[in-house]
């Protein structure tokens, strides 16, 4: 990468990421008196899905702890975990608090705080402010692109680039959280398109483990017109209908099924008109998802009388499941001093292959935020003084080097560069049609997966590297097309339908199916159970994603 006038950090933790859980995660390392940098690939307090728009918390009151819990665990189909479903619940009631003593004014209700959603804008401004005032130190506009290891295995600190200095740095840190989001493919939905995959690919190739991964189709509603905002809740009150005005029903005991938009767009147009709202539904809506009639204002359509066109937004693992995998309650990972929060680690614990979609998943920020904040304090006050001071090596491959220069006998550094952009459009291709994603099948699957290794090998070329922009695009088309692979492999391994991985050849859930999938591996792809009632695990079994396999027990 750049490296002139590079710029040259330490700290105790570093922490990836911009959005609550990355906040949460610093404040909770600077409490235990260590020094602390985060940096951003944006501007923290305003990138980010969290930033975007409002949110639902999963924050109930004590007394409805059981029925959330028990909800939630039903919603993840025996794949989410009661004991992890109950420390977030906790974890996140008792921390709401805080962020009132911070400054942010949730609404009163009787005197009382009614802590159940956020003003998403507020609420990272909030944290932003906080995080200063107790001395974190923030790096906007500085992607992380890699991670670097100690001779140990250890994790040893990060690089990346600073857009607005056009420059590189390095932050040596005796431990680091990557709490820099899931992947939403840059499909546009509001505030994922910083959400590219980086953490995990920088994950997997220090040595870390994916788990859930076929969990990473999640779609979402939008205005057609103006595809971008995905509030599904104001849907619940529509109706929906056909080109021609046909209605097309799209409900089952009264409740939205999910199922119906995914099915009826791929027969053709889908309208909607919310004629379902009473005049209670509308006041609410209207200010808690204020953003979801933006564009209808902008286009001077009045929702509620005229149908308008719909479609769905992939948000990948944003909304979905998949992501780094946790190894114990501090959200470490299987690299020693690496931790991971939100949506850059799996939440198969809270959700099973079910989305968290809003509230379940500001939570799991909330909580795992803390806990991965607190344990990489914990292990970087065990290293000592001299922590920094370890030799230390980047990790960064596709997009940053050329592996395949280095294997060839006789490399030129003037070969011709990939391009980024049409990477980034191939993967596209293969992951938002609904065909492909939402309605899978094994001859699908290898299909795209063939196609997806035919990018995989481009993107082992050389990066163009001219600037910090060049540098960043090339790294994250890289990502894009590493996430595309592990999301795919794993679902094609999953044989049956289970929450939102459906498998059209495997239509029914199937009770022996009940492990995790955890996957990894950049130019061999590998797969392994991880069964749920047994501590069995089993070494990956190296494949290739054109003739797949999987471990045996």
């Keep these: 990468m750049l490296t002139e006038n590079e710029l040259h950090l330490s700290a105790d933790v570093l922490v990836i990421g911009g959005g609550p859980a990355a906040a949460w995660a610093a404040w909770a390392a600077a409490s235990q008196g260590v020094k602390v940098i985060i940096v951003d690939k944006g501007f923290l307090g305003t990138s980010g899905a969290a930033a975007a728009s409002g949110n639902g918390i999963m924050a109930p009151s ?75 130190q923030i790096f906007d506009q500085s992607p992380a692109l890699e991670l670097l290891l100690a001779d140990d295995g250890s994790v040893a600190g990060a690089r990346g ?180 929060a939100g949506d850059a680690a799996s939440r198969e614990f809270l959700a099973g292959l079910a989305s968290g979609g809003g509230g379940p998943n500001a939570a799991w920020a909330i909580s795992t935020g803390q806990w991965a904040g607190v344990g990489a304090a914990t292990f970087a006050k065990s290293l000592g003084a001299q922590a920094n001071e370890r030799v230390a090596r980047p990790t960064g491959q596709v997009g940053l080097r050329s592996p395949m220069a280095r294997r060839s006998p006789s490399p030129s550094p003037s070969s011709e560069t990939f391009d980024s952009e049409a990477i980034v459009r191939g993967v596209q291709d293969q992951m938002f049609p609904l065909e492909k994603n939402y309605l899978r099948s094994e001859q699908g699957l290898l299909d795209s997966l063939a196609k997806l290794e035919t990018l995989w090998q481009q993107v082992q070329g050389n990066p163009k590297q001219d600037t910090v922009r060049d540098v960043e695009f090339s790294r994250r088309a890289a990502a894009l097309t590493a996430v595309a692979r592990w999301a795919y492999f794993s679902a094609l391994h999953r044989t049956e339908t289970r929450s939102e991985h459906i498998r059209m050849d495997y239509p029914e859930t199937d009770p022996n199916q009940g492990y995790y999938q955890a996957t990894g591996g950049l130019d061999k792809l590998w797969v392994r159970r991880d069964w749920i009632k047994d501590a069995i695990a089993t070494p990956p079994v190296q494949t290739s994603q054109t003739t797949p396999s999987v471990s045996k027990l």
């Design 62 to 136: 004590p007394e409805n702890w059981d029925k959330v819990l028990s909800e939630r665990y039903r919603i993840g189909k025996n794949l989410a975990n009661s004991r992890w479903i109950e420390r977030v619940i906790e974890k996140t009631w008792l921390s709401l608090p805080l962020v009132e003593s911070w400054g942010y004014r949730f609404p009163k209700e009787d005197g009382e705080s009614v802590r159940q959603s956020y003003y998403g804008p507020e609420y990272m401004r909030v944290l932003r402010k906080n995080l200063l005032r107790v001395g974190v």
């Design 161 to 340: 680039v600073q857009r607005q200095h056009h420059r590189s740095y390095t932050v040596r840190a005796g431990a680091v959280v990557l709490a820099n989001g899931g992947c939403a493919f840059l499909s546009k939905a509001l505030g994922c398109n910083t959400n590219t995959g980086d953490g995990l690919l920088m994950a997997v190739e220090a040595g870390g483990e994916l788990s859930s991964m076929e969990a990473s189709n999640h779609y979402a509603i939008s205005t057609a017109f103006n595809a971008t905002v995905t509030r599904g809740v104001p849907f619940g009150w529509a109706s929906y209908s056909d080109e021609a005005g046909n209605d097309l029903g799209g409900y089952v005991d009264g409740r939205r099924d999910p199922s119906f938009l995914p099915n009826a767009l791929l027969k053709g147009s889908v309208y909607a008109r919310l004629d379902k709202a009473t005049p209670e539904v509308k006041a609410v809506i209207e200010k808690s998802h204020f953003i979801a009639f933006l564009p209808y204002k902008k286009a001077d359509i009045d929702p509620y009388t005229e149908r308008v066109p719909v479609t769905l937004i992939l948000e990948g693992t944003v909304r979905g499941t998949g992501g780094i995998r946790l190894t114990d309650d501090s959200c470490g990972t299987k690299v020693p001093g690496l931790y991971a």
